[in-house]
């Protein structure tokens, strides 16, 4: 890539690296919006947040593949809240879902009115999940200093795990786009489709479950 356009690589190279500092900055705010908020507070949460600088080839290949401009690739960083919400006793689960997605939507408004972003597009899989079941929501936001933009998604420990191991991941999505052979295979459906995965937490859990399931 470097090689054959130079002068895409070195664009690309300066978005990712404008990329880089927008995380701090959008992190420092959405911490400060954590540990202040007073309803927030109350919900005795716990929040994990991670994030993605997308490489330099792959931003190419958005720009060509939607024929945009740099300046229009709203999520060369993408940063990820995840909410675990703590169940209150006697809590139905019909109760504990809708108190998770109002906390999502809760930090959701508090984000879209910080100080220095401009919000600038937004999708709600809460409220319309798509067909393989996937929720988050996905709001975008500029700075207003630099025009960085930034995608944050927003989802519940729940919606997480799905996301990563279950109907709704990514890396199943991806196999049946694009390597539907492997996908549809008997040993793919045994390792990764199998009812044991449901009780997998994270994705190294669900790893260790496929190699078992393979040996026996």
């Excluded at 054959?4 to 978005?15: G, I, L, M, Q, S």
């Excluded at 690296?17 to 919900?43: F, G, V």
């Excluded at 200093?145 to 989802?155: D, N």
């Excluded at 489709?193 to 994705?203: I, V, Y």
Aim: hydrophobic fraction near 30%; proline fraction near 2%.
């Amino acid at each position: 890539f470097k090689y054959v356009d130079p002068e895409a690589f070195r664009n690309c190279k300066y978005t990712q690296t404008a990329a880089n500092k927008a995380y701090h900055d959008s992190a420092a705010m959405i911490a400060d919006i954590l540990s202040h908020d007073e309803y927030l507070k109350q919900q005795n949460l716990n929040f994990r947040v991670t994030y993605r600088v997308k490489d330099k080839y792959q931003l190419y290949l958005k720009m060509k593949r939607k024929k945009m401009s740099l300046s229009e690739v709203r999520d060369a960083l993408g940063l990820r809240v995840i909410i675990d919400t703590k169940r209150i006793p006697g809590e139905s689960q019909e109760e504990y879902i809708e108190r998770g997605n109002k906390n999502c939507y809760h930090l959701l408004g508090k984000i879209r009115v910080a100080e220095e972003w401009t919000p600038c597009g937004y999708k709600d899989y809460i409220a319309g999940a798509k067909e393989n079941g996937y929720q988050s929501l996905h709001q975008y936001i500029s700075n207003k200093a630099t025009g960085t933009a930034v995608e944050i998604q927003i989802r519940t420990r729940e919606m997480h795990i799905s996301a990563e191991v279950g109907e709704a991941a990514h890396w199943f999505y991806k196999d049946q786009l694009y390597r539907t052979d492997i996908a549809n295979s008997k040993g793919y459906k045994k390792a990764w489709r199998s009812p044991e995965q449901l009780e997998a937490s994270s994705p190294a859990e669900l790893i260790g479950l496929a190699k078992r399931q393979l040996n026996r």
